[in-house]
């Protein structure tokens, strides 16, 4: 195989890796029933007059399955924290005593669990859409340069194969990671 054609097989697998990297960071948004710290990272504070992770501002930890603790490092962030999490639409109701804001992860109801099913497979199947976008976009690079007789009929269908063969580990890697999200999300 030639120095291009592995580029664009670097390529698509560097895209296809992108979209799992994504789909995890989405997945870790979506509540399970049990607390966890990533529930909360992409929240945004205001800091000095800008937009800051909170992540950046303070310590998030979760000391049990129901609770998480956001430890502020500056005491007079605490108002503007609580604003953050009681408008970033998680439902979480938080509580300080002045140090330390906890917030109780409640259970999840049967119905509200059946939804975020439905979410993390709406983020799915937005993965898998962005996997075959990478698919197709390699597959057109290759018809593009079998046209302009820079690869063989022969390259460019052993090419196409391999191209599907990582599309398709990506779309199996994928859905695993559904699959693990569903169960999390049903185990009450």
């Not at 054609?5 to 870790?28: C, R, T």
């Not at 000095?48 to 998480?68: E, F, H, K, M």
């Not at 999490?85 to 002045?98: A, D, F, K, M, T």
């Not at 340069?145 to 994928?174: G, W, Y």
Request: charged fraction near 30%; hydrophobic fraction near 40%; glycine fraction near 4%.
């Amino acid at each position: 195989m030639n120095e291009e054609l592995q580029m664009i097989l670097d390529m698509v697998q560097e895209k296809m890796e992108g979209s799992i990297g994504h789909l995890d960071n989405e997945l870790a948004s979506i509540r399970a029933g049990k607390a966890s710290p990533r529930m909360l990272d992409g929240l945004m504070v205001e800091y000095y007059g800008s937009q800051t992770p909170l992540s950046q501002v303070a310590n998030v930890s979760a000391p049990d399955a129901r609770t998480i603790a956001v430890q502020p490092w500056e005491k007079t962030l605490i108002p503007d924290i609580e604003r953050a999490i009681i408008n970033s639409n998680l439902g979480l109701n938080p509580e300080n005593n002045g140090e330390v804001i906890r917030l109780n992860v409640p259970p999840l109801t049967e119905e509200r669990r059946k939804s975020l099913v439905k979410d993390a497979n709406s983020v799915g199947e937005n993965a898998k859409i962005a996997v075959r976008s990478g698919r197709k976009d390699a597959n057109d690079t290759l018809k593009k340069m079998l046209k302009a007789n820079e690869i063989s009929e022969d390259e460019e269908k052993n090419m196409l194969a391999e191209v599907q063969t990582l599309t398709d580990s990506f779309i199996k890697k994928i859905d695993e990671m559904l699959k693990a999200k569903e169960a999390d999300i049903l185990t009450v």
